[in-house]
Nanobody, 123 residues
Framework: QVQLVESGGGLVQAGDSLALSCGAS????????VGWFRQAPGKEREFVAALSWNGYSTRYVDSVKGRFTISKNNANESVYLRMNSLKYGDTAVYYC????????????????WGQGTQVTVSA
């Protein structure tokens, strides 16, 4: 069973930056589209960012455009979400997910999910 593991969450102040990482046990992200999603207290999980399997295409929810960047390393071993200028509204549990060979923002299409990492932004 493939397991995705997120790391890098924490408590920060508004305006700070944070970088999340995601790794997959037993394989790389080669040929996998990758996404980051988040779930705030009392809300449904929402799409944040997606990266195509070849790393050439990205997509972001409007609320994070210009502040968040999704990327992966050259060896396709890790996927990152760099978050700058964090806002109180970014507080959520952040999840990494991936899917074989496609590029999508639709969370129902993602096959594998991590357990999530908490990001808390104090106002």
């Amino acid at each position: 069973q493939v397991q995705l593991v997120e790391s890098g969450g924490g408590l920060v102040q508004a305006g700070d930056s944070l970088a999340l990482s995601c790794g997959a046990s037993g394989r790389t992200f080669d040929n996998y589209g990758v996404g980051w999603f988040r779930q705030a207290p009392g809300k449904e999980r929402e799409f944040v960012a997606a990266l195509s399997w070849n790393g050439y295409s990205t997509r972001y929810v409007d609320s994070v455009k210009g502040r968040f960047t999704i990327s992966k390393n050259n060896a396709n071993e890790s996927v990152y979400l760099r978050m700058n200028s964090l806002k109180y509204g970014d507080t959520a549990v952040y999840y990494c997910a991936d899917v074989t060979g496609i590029f999508t923002t639709t969370q129902a299409r993602y096959e594998f999910w991590g357990q999530g990492t908490q990001v808390t932004v104090s106002a």
